[in-house]
């Protein structure tokens, strides 16, 4: 811990010529897409040529529509989720009513907390606008 501080200050080992206190990031890299993404809605306000031509470059590296390829699997999730529960739906069928409701809110419940879970790693569509 602390190798990569040198003076209180970060310095990379694997990009040892960027000035220190800077961090070398890449539009290519997909872990970082969606950090640089945000970086250039904050950054907008203060320079929007900056920030469009950031996302241009994002877009050109393989994000899509703002989103980095890690949230399109998370709404293909989602999308297999709803799937998944129209099929079961199916089992609730042959149920009295008060055993399908009951099972039915169950069901919501599970995708509700599936849904919150994703929603939480997801940018929000304001922070996309």
């Known amino acids: 811990m602390g190798e990569h501080i040198i003076n209180?200050?970060?310095q990379s080992d694997?990009?040892?010529?960027?000035p220190r206190g800077k961090?070398?990031?890449?539009?290519?890299?997909?872990?970082?897409?969606?950090l640089l993404w945000e970086y250039a809605q904050r950054r907008r306000a203060v320079d929007e040529e900056?920030?469009?031509?950031?996302?241009?470059?994002l877009?050109?590296?393989?994000?899509v529509d703002g989103f980095a390829p890690r949230t399109h699997a998370a709404i293909a999730v989602l999308d297999r989720l709803a799937d998944w529960h129209d099929n079961q739906a199916s089992e609730a069928d042959a149920m009295d009513f008060a055993e399908s409701s009951k099972w039915h809110d169950a069901r919501r419940a599970e995708i509700r907390a599936c849904i919150d879970a994703l929603a939480a790693h997801l940018p929000s569509q304001a922070q996309k606008d």
């Open 14 to 18: 694997k990009y040892p010529t960027t």
């Open 8 to 10: 209180g200050e970060f």
């Open 50 to 57: 900056f920030a469009a031509d950031l996302e241009t470059c």
């Open 23 to 34: 961090v070398p990031l890449s539009v290519a890299d997909k872990t970082a897409q969606d």
């Open 59 to 63: 877009l050109n590296a393989g994000m």
